[in-house]
């Protein structure tokens, strides 16, 4: 597909680049913060998977479940009040598995009530529907009130290539991103990553960002939840082109993940993991990084590296702090003007 950098800008409009658990909060900041009707989401669908002959969305969900209020608040995805008895039943058969079948798989939980998600889902993909109109019927099945878009209507996997055994002198082995992250609990070190499929920037998304006045990078894994998005065709040239209007959110902060293994995953990757790590990703692309009270340290260095800072709480613990964190974000690049909750 060829993209075309935006001429026309929608006033208001704002599309965020998301990934899973820290996207959600800082949408649901946003959403309190604006009007819902102003905003999209285009999602990373890198971490999709199929297990039991379901299509799982785990991004996708977790933000459509965050936006409904039915989030587990502690584990961050999932359904709250969620049970576990399909899951358990599924052990009934781990003892006639055959050797090398990966029938029956336990390590990724999918919780009773959140399966009904992956069957429609899966139903729908073999009438034919696309993952864009799956995800809006789901949204509206949930009353998400802003715009959710997957990346892509095509595979793209993110896969991870993992070290074993590094104390024995260590093999390499690529890995989906799921097996990476649930089933080896993002434990062992990482040697690479990179994105299979021949998978194509999706019309819808493409829109969001060539029309949206503001483009935020939410504060997710640069490298596995927003790279998978920067990984198609033309997605890059396209930001860099909006760059003045592009603000990042760090998703790190003093040195620390928000959430999951991004800073080491940085620093195995030969990347800083500090705030000037992800401002020399994000520089060529956005024009803004936002950063917590913590790293104002590194503002020198932020600023060296060709992105100017916006300093404010970026630890999402209560809904005003993302609500804030979201205000002084849309504000930190042009089209300020328009209408906020104060
Ligand atoms: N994360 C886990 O750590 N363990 C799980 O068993 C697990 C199951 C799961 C089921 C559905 C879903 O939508 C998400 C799920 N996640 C689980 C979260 C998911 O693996 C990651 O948070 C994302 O892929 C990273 O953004």
């Not at 949204?139 to 104390?167: K, Y």
């Not at 690529?174 to 040697?191: E, T």
Request: charged share 20%; hydrophobic share 40%.
């Amino acid at each position: 597909m060829t993209i075309h950098s935006a001429s026309h800008t929608k006033p208001g409009s704002i599309t965020v680049i998301s990934g899973g658990v820290g996207a959600a909060r800082f949408l649901r900041g946003l959403i309190d913060a604006v009007d819902a009707a102003r905003i999209t989401a285009v999602v990373n669908t890198g971490d999709d998977t199929v297990l039991h002959g379901l299509s799982i969305s785990p991004d996708l969900d977790t933000i459509t479940y965050t936006l409904a209020g039915a989030i587990d608040p502690e584990r961050g995805w999932g359904l709250v009040d969620e049970t576990w008895r399909s899951m358990e039943a599924l052990g009934r058969y781990v003892s006639v598995r055959p050797d090398g079948s990966s029938a029956a798989p336990q390590w990724f939980n999918l919780g009773d009530q959140d399966l009904a998600t992956h069957f429609y889902r899966t139903a729908r993909l073999d009438e034919g529907a696309t993952l864009t109109q799956i995800t809006e019927e789901i949204r509206r099945a949930w009353d998400v009130p802003i715009c959710l878009v997957p990346m892509s209507d095509d595979r793209c996997s993110t896969i991870v290539s993992v070290i074993e055994d590094p104390d024995a002198g260590g093999t390499e082995r690529d890995v989906s991103f799921q097996d990476y992250f649930v089933r080896l609990r993002h434990s062992v070190p990482v040697s690479g990553v990179r994105f299979d499929g021949d998978a194509a920037l999706s019309a819808t998304a493409a829109t969001a960002i060539q029309s949206a006045a503001t483009i935020v990078i939410a504060p997710s894994n640069p490298l596995v939840s927003i790279g998978p998005l920067r990984s198609l065709g033309g997605v890059d040239e396209l930001l860099m082109s909006r760059r003045d209007d592009v603000v990042a959110v760090s998703p790190i902060v003093g040195g620390a993940a928000l959430k999951g293994p991004a800073d080491r995953m940085l620093l195995e990757l030969g990347h800083e993991p500090t705030v000037v790590g992800i401002a020399r990703i994000y520089a060529p692309i956005a024009s803004v990084l936002v950063i917590d009270p913590i790293d104002t340290h590194h503002i020198g260095e932020i600023e060296a590296a060709g992105m100017r800072c916006v300093v404010t709480p970026s630890v999402m613990a209560t809904p005003e702090i993302a609500r804030q964190l979201a205000l002084s974000t849309i504000r930190s690049v042009a089209d300020s003007h328009q209408p906020v909750r104060e």
